[in-house]
């Protein structure tokens, strides 16, 4: 699986687009990027997954350039309620094994 | 919405003594796992089920740790004697397959077990 690096750590206020970038330099060409969010006292949560170009749900989007060297995950318009450490995953959507998860980034939201 | 059975979800034991976890998955996820994450860290994998079958437990430490999911459903994870850096919190997950980063809705967590080893 393909290692990747994210900030440890970022701020925002309420109301604001935070966007969160993970490089993934030796990404394969069937390996996806999935991101999981994590509350202090639960298991992550999946939020987004992506190939390629954008993706978008009722939570996120994912921005992958063209390269897929690295992507982007922005909240529009976080909430107190996104304070959060979020993961950044790659790897192949087909393949059998298991999620490999880094430090993540911290995301902490102020009012 | 389906969610990952995790119990107890707090645990306290003291060194040397065996500690128990059970999980129980989404019902019809035939994949299996446990991870471990210690305060800090992002979750490592502990060990990996296909239906009752262990699939991956390469990172199990084998001379403390056991774990069993006898008829392909529930799981348990057993450590013992617990050690003080066994502390951490102790994550179980399912899905549908085996298929890397899953389907397009990826792993299920539980909220986990918090294990304080004194």
């Known amino acids: 699986l393909a290692k990747t690096t994210q900030p440890i750590s970022m701020d925002s206020y309420e109301g604001q687009e935070v966007n969160i970038t993970c490089s993934h330099n030796n990404i394969a060409t069937n390996d996806y990027i999935t991101w999981y969010q994590q509350f202090p006292s639960q298991g992550p949560r999946f939020i987004i997954q992506g190939y390629k170009t954008k993706v978008t749900n009722e939570v996120a989007s994912l921005f992958i350039p063209a390269d897929r060297k690295s992507s982007t995950l922005s909240l529009p318009r976080v909430s107190l309620s996104d304070t959060a450490v979020y993961y950044c995953?790659?790897?192949?959507?087909?393949?059998?094994?298991?999620?490999?998860f880094g430090k993540g980034t911290k995301l902490s939201v102020k009012p | 919405e389906a969610e990952v059975a995790q119990s107890p979800r707090y645990k306290i034991t003291e060194k040397s003594q065996a500690v128990a976890f059970w999980c129980d998955p989404i019902s019809g996820h035939a994949t299996l796992y446990w991870y471990r994450q210690i305060l800090g860290q992002g979750p490592e994998l502990l060990v990996q089920f296909q239906d009752e079958s262990v699939v991956d437990d390469s990172q199990l430490p084998k001379d403390r740790f056991s774990a069993e999911r006898l008829k392909g459903v529930d799981s348990t994870l057993k450590i013992q004697p617990a050690e003080l850096g066994d502390s951490a919190m102790y994550l179980c997950?399912?899905?549908?397959?085996?298929?890397?980063?899953?389907?397009?809705?990826?792993?299920?967590f539980g909220s986990g077990t918090r294990l304080t080893v004194v």
């Open positions: 997950a399912s899905s549908l397959d085996q298929g890397g980063l899953g389907s397009d809705y990826g792993y299920t």
């Open positions: 995953l790659v790897g192949d959507k087909g393949s059998q094994g298991n999620l490999i």
